[in-house]
């Protein structure tokens, strides 16, 4: 079975929405159980980023065996939820945005298909991590739909599980972070890495340690996506059912060989 999209479900936002074949994908990294559905003559993939069961943190995630899944599939365009937190007071809970860029500090992570030997030395091009036409078509159905979106953020990924410190969250405002959160990197840079495109919105369901007065509510950020999943989900089927291809952007021509 082939398929040229599909969603990659973060904290509270995996379901498949529709009647879904579960699939089993072999890859070298892995297995990783799918579901493919048919949505209106588009077959679309939809992976569950933590497990079906919610049971994989962030930094035991099998980032590369998710990719090299999909890519199996034929996979070519990609969108992705994250939950975060947000250091922008422009952003507040239950806000939208668009992932524009990031800031990697995670230490002990995985972070590439690209490991030499045969494969020889390549790089991958971060002019536009995430797909800049996918973020287009994001922004027009966004505007038109009343959903709450907010604008660009720079994303900063941490390993987690834990939450950050104030000081962390300080540190990280003044290198220009909007957003924080546990899983887009090394997920955005192994799709560019397979030559996707690959866009993420992130669903603000807390305002980032010391940004406000309090501890995080657990069950608010339940509340708040369990509230947005179904308009997203839906946002995404229907650009996908517009059938963008890869002419508008330079994502299946990122790869640098030395
Ligand atoms: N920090 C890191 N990851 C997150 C947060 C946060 O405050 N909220 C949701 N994911």
Same mark, same amino acid.
Request: include cysteine; proline fraction near 3%; charged fraction near 25%.
């Given at each position: 079975?082939?398929?040229?999209?599909?969603?990659?479900?973060?904290? =509270?936002?995996?379901?498949? $929405?529709?009647?879904?074949?579960? *699939?089993?994908?072999?890859?070298?990294?892995?297995?990783?159980? $799918? +579901?493919?559905? %048919?949505?209106?003559?588009?077959?679309?993939?939809?992976?569950? !980023?933590? &497990?079906?069961?919610?049971?994989?943190?962030?930094?035991?995630?099998?980032?590369?065996?998710?990719?090299?899944?999909?890519?199996?599939? =034929?996979?070519?365009? *990609?969108?992705?939820?994250?939950?975060?937190?947000?250091?922008?007071?422009?952003?507040?809970?239950?806000?939208?945005?668009?992932?524009? +860029?990031? $800031?990697?500090?995670?230490?002990?992570?995985? $972070?590439?298909? /690209? %490991?030499?030997?045969?494969?020889?030395?390549?790089?991958?091009?971060?002019?536009?991590?995430?797909?800049?036409?996918?973020?287009?078509?994001?922004?027009?159905?966004?505007?038109?739909?009343?959903?709450? /979106?907010? &604008?660009?953020?720079?994303?900063?990924?941490? +390993? &987690?599980?834990?939450?950050?410190?104030?000081?962390?969250?300080?540190?990280?405002?003044?290198?220009?972070? %909007?957003?924080?959160?546990?899983?887009?990197?090394?997920?955005?840079?192994?799709?560019?890495?397979? =030559?996707?495109?690959?866009?993420?919105?992130?669903?603000?369901?807390?305002?980032?340690? =010391?940004?406000?007065? &309090?501890?995080?509510?657990?069950?608010?950020?339940?509340?708040?996506?369990?509230?947005?999943?179904?308009?997203?989900? !839906?946002?995404?089927?229907?650009? /996908?059912?517009?059938?963008? %291809?890869?002419?508008?952007?330079?994502?299946?021509?990122? *790869?640098?060989?030395?």
């Amino acid at each position: 079975m082939k398929s040229q999209y599909a969603i990659i479900g973060g904290t =509270g936002v995996y379901e498949s $929405l529709f009647t879904s074949e579960k *699939i089993c994908v072999e890859t070298e990294f892995g297995d990783i159980e $799918l +579901d493919i559905s %048919d949505v209106q003559g588009n077959s679309i993939v939809f992976i569950a !980023r933590h &497990g079906k069961q919610h049971a994989v943190p962030p930094h035991r995630i099998n980032y590369r065996a998710n990719l090299k899944a999909l890519q199996k599939l =034929g996979v070519k365009h *990609i969108f992705a939820t994250a939950a975060v937190g947000s250091l922008n007071p422009e952003y507040p809970s239950g806000s939208l945005v668009l992932l524009t +860029d990031f $800031l990697d500090m995670t230490k002990q992570r995985h $972070l590439t298909f /690209f %490991d030499g030997s045969a494969d020889g030395v390549k790089h991958v091009n971060m002019d536009d991590p995430y797909c800049r036409n996918l973020r287009k078509l994001f922004r027009m159905k966004a505007n038109k739909n009343n959903v709450n /979106f907010k &604008g660009d953020a720079v994303y900063v990924c941490t +390993d &987690g599980p834990r939450f950050e410190t104030e000081a962390e969250i300080k540190m990280m405002r003044l290198l220009g972070a %909007d957003v924080v959160g546990m899983t887009s990197v090394p997920e955005v840079v192994l799709a560019k890495e397979l =030559g996707m495109c690959y866009a993420s919105v992130g669903i603000v369901v807390n305002m980032a340690t =010391g940004m406000e007065s &309090g501890p995080i509510q657990l069950e608010e950020i339940d509340e708040m996506l369990s509230q947005k999943k179904e308009t997203i989900n !839906r946002m995404f089927l229907e650009i /996908f059912s517009q059938k963008p %291809d890869q002419r508008k952007c330079f994502c299946a021509d990122s *790869i640098v060989s030395l």
